[in-house]
């Protein structure tokens, strides 16, 4: 699956290291937009030719067809029209569609699975004659389909993929994506359109986090108290569960579900207070933050219960892996109830740690009894846990690979923490093995992949779409591609026009971003707003939570204010940071800008360095927005600082130098939980500065 | 229902005929906010007070509270506390959430009901103290709860509700929206956001256009073939049906179905041909326009399906009314089918139309057996039929006026075709019943309201809420609101804040054009196409089907040119225009226009006639832009013309004059069916230019 292969990636290899010959070279790329793969591919000739594409264009299927090839052709037919405005002739495509002189030819060599260690290969060859897209399974084709999407361009001439040979395979078989619906819920369509989207990224696990303290989310027809009582009538019906698994499933990803256990299990007892190892009244928790109530492992109500849920939801999800939790369990329950105590004496066990080992035993036995096989986080592996469960990590990746060389099979998840508002290039970079550690290929194996969780407290149907992507999508990267394709660059670079393209789906990560900007503003005028966010970022981890002398945030908190739209990866701070190393180094790279670093800096800063007085009026008629005035004051202090130093040929005294950095110091203070992030620049231009 | 009540509505009075000073004094209003009533309550009295609200606030259910009130009160907490900001404490609103201090009290008197001629009136309360709320129906409340946010507004002092006294109720008890979900099939979440769209604006009938040529949208159990073979998979199933009409009921909106017989019906031939008229095989029509296929009316077969498929629908649908559709049968594969030439010999039928009365009385009683009233388009009204169908008169008002006056119930639904791309303004004046009409009481009764139809041949999931919206609200208001509201400049102001409203409740209006731009841009800055679609507008009417030369629409064509994104009303060209009269008069109204009229005008047109300029290099590199690239440079001459008419201080001889006017009549020509909608102002900015 995760053959070593040479990398015969001719702009990518340009990439890495270049210098500054090959830094032009490559802008003439991207200013053709030529090479926008994502993930990008094991193996890629350019061919140096075009296929134009005209409104006779057709595709033909053969082979081993189904419907992850049928929808999915339509669906890339459907979509090429759309870009291109070409009113191509075909209609939907059916196992039928064979046509021999069509100019897309697609060969299924078999149909397609959706489970763990499909073959997930294809080979894609687009010359100046056609395409031709082979693989051994649908799954191959349908990565194929858009791989080749990625390849659509235009010059005066029209529209044409660009000619190469493709051969691809993912690095990981377990490229995956966790979605909290508890804590808050969407509806159906948020999570097909972030399947959709998964598909176009090649991930093919959707994994859904189902049952919390905040919420139970799922219908159950055996204990129906669970979503009546736990859901605040917000939950997926059965039947809602089967259209996402069929929608998944057509588009090559499973989908596996999460009941954690036996702690984050207070929307349980709401219906159930037998289950749990406390006698109270329970209701749905709105506060956030690790809860005491947890289900009660000495008591065998638990298992019988446990045994009949389980069994019906392993009858709803296919999939052959079940998610069981078991984090965060802090036995504060366990310890006060004394029956917990007597069972904990009589058998022998010590600590939670190995009740909780003792109640994992029994649920893994139920589990086994319905087919499936166990996933939990961390805390699952424990000494006596048998080799068949799957470990994700998330506590640290150094556990993870102690797993491994135990035997045990384990994805990461640890650096894949999509809510701690960290720059892309962190998640990036945090390769799941790395080549130093110097794992053997038994114990490598063992490592399936990744996950990215996506966590709810923030998140709402509104946000919940760019607080996943673009972002997941360069770790779909790193779960998908050779281990070297580590360009940062470049990566930010095609990020861009991945996220674009994701608009596509129906992903509102861009255009929420917008409406968020005009319910601030009270629809107002939003440029300044923009440029303000386009260089603050969230405080990276989970500081939300601590509001001194302010509400704290519950479950209805609203989530409409300025970092419920904020980036993580402030675009225009982060080029401003580029651009200052480039003109403090002397380069001038073209890379990303127009004319030159020095120019594209001026430009920036003065526009930021007026912002303030633009933006003033409109916090004035907007209450929502008065916490963040100083802010907006502090980034055009800032700028100007910034411009003043490269206007003034960057000479300072060292007492200027001194009084300046101190004023930046100060700024650094987050102001309504939002970082300055030009900062790191302005410092530089001035610690760069000439003493006189 | 429809009592004619005094108008009070203090900003509305102001506006009617306003003269210069009038203006000036709203121009205030229009700052601060403050009256952004849509639809306008039947009376309205401005207190002259605020009341503030802050993180305490509270809201207090009383009387008979169902699901409608609880879910649409917590619903409304969560919007105010999207909109404000404010960390409001309360989380679900159940039925005892009763409090006698909290600032809102609702009162209801009796519990929702969702059918036609229920009670829907309220009365709503804002003093410095506290709100009151109450009505007689849960229906009343969930409209008052709109009217109670749309009387949000800020000051320095922070976010308050402005005090007034509101009895309110609506001219029409019909006032629906009827979705073609056939020519396109649209997701469950897409209907749902039109739903809350439509309590928005307090429509209270969904009419959902269920079969077509090109399509079956719902799944029928009895007749599964209906949605398996005629839907190329994309149909509502029962329980998605269901899903709606509870989620409608909640909002006070009735759902009712309509399957168009006996015409355009062919995807219902494609499973069953022997419903047809014509032995032929049949396949889901991919064209446009009135097809030949249609049921066969002399046969017993086509009776006792309809009867079994009217039976299983009839408990689908629990609204009483059920639509037959009944147009556009064009009678040709009638004419050609020997057994019902036979059969109408036999029964004495002189020709289609009496046999299709004769096939509408058989479906009546079918209905009748089901205990529902029918509902048809026009051509349903003849003769024989009895005076309990509802007429929905699409072809002219004359017509439903004479059905009126013959006993018929009707709606109307001419004049409010949304897909004709028709200015607001003509569709907001197109009043169902002119108070010039002199229609007695009981004829006036007769009329029940109206239903905008937005039918579906260029509309997609992405398209149809802008399509839809904002203009529908604007119509909305014509249903509910006296007669005499009827100020346009007044409804364009008051529509951009609702538009503005709506996307709270995800609708993609608004934010789907700038994503649109993205992609027909291929992600350059959009500013300068932005300023194109401002002043250009869609041709009106049906032209879009005449395509000279080049392929025409099929159901699967692209429908992501610039045309479907464009306006209807383009914003900035009206304003252009409205600047043009206010500077040719004399007048600076302020109401629209920042500084002065002249001021705007030479700095829109200016924008303007440099603007393709910027746009040229960006249609360059994005082929599906070519086709606007002529009418982007006519915009650019046409605003420069303009320009300089108002900087030559309005002097032309007459020879300039007729040779400027010569190059405007040239540009009037449609240019990739669009028209320019700037040339009517600059037009009369030359001919009123001063001969010398």
Redesign the interface.
Known sequence: MRTKGVLILIVALMLFGCNQDEIKENSKIREN?DMNLMPIPKEVNLTNNKFYIN?DFKLSVDGKIGEMVTTNSTRF??RL????????????ITKNSNDKSAELQILSKGLGKVKLNVDESYSLEVSEKGIQLSANNENGIIYGLETLLQLLN?D?E??YFTSCKIEDEPRFPWRGLMIDVSRHCY???VI?RNIDAMLATKMNVLHLHLSEDQGFRVESKVYPKLHEMGS?GLYF?Q?QIKEIIEYAKVRGIRVYPEFDMPSHSTAWFIGYPKLSSKDTVYS?E?TWGIQNPAMNPASEYTYQFLDKFIGEMAQLFPDEYFHIGGDENNGIHWKDNKNIQKYMKENGIKDKHELQTKFNQRILKILTKYNKKMVGWDEILQPEMPNNIVIQSWRGKKAMIEAAKKGYTAILSNGYYIDLFWDTERHYLNDPVLENENLSPEVEKNILGGEVTSWAEFTT??NVDSRIWPRTAAIAERFWSPRDVKNVDDMYRRL??VS?HL??L?L?H???R??GM??LT??ENTNSLENLINVIESIEGYTRHKREG??K?????????LIDISYSDAPVARKIRKATDEYLSGKNSALYFTDNSEEYLKYELKKLSENHKKLKPII?????LKEIEQLSENVSIVAKIGLEAINSDKKYSKSQKEKLLKILEKAKEPIAEFENRIIPAVEKLIKNSVKE
Chains 1, 2 share one sequence.
């Not at 029209?81 to 939907?92: C, H």
């Open positions: 937009n409104e037919l459907r029209a759309g870009r291109t405005g070409l009113f191509l002739d075909q209609d939907f235009s005066e029209g529209y509806p159906v369509n097909k605040d019906t039947n749905i709105r149907t509104e861009e026009m674009f608009e596509e129906g509102t861009l255009t929420n917008e409406m005009r319910r009270n629809n302010l509400k945030y519950l479950q209805q908190s609203p989530l409409t204010r004035d008629n907007s209450p929502i």
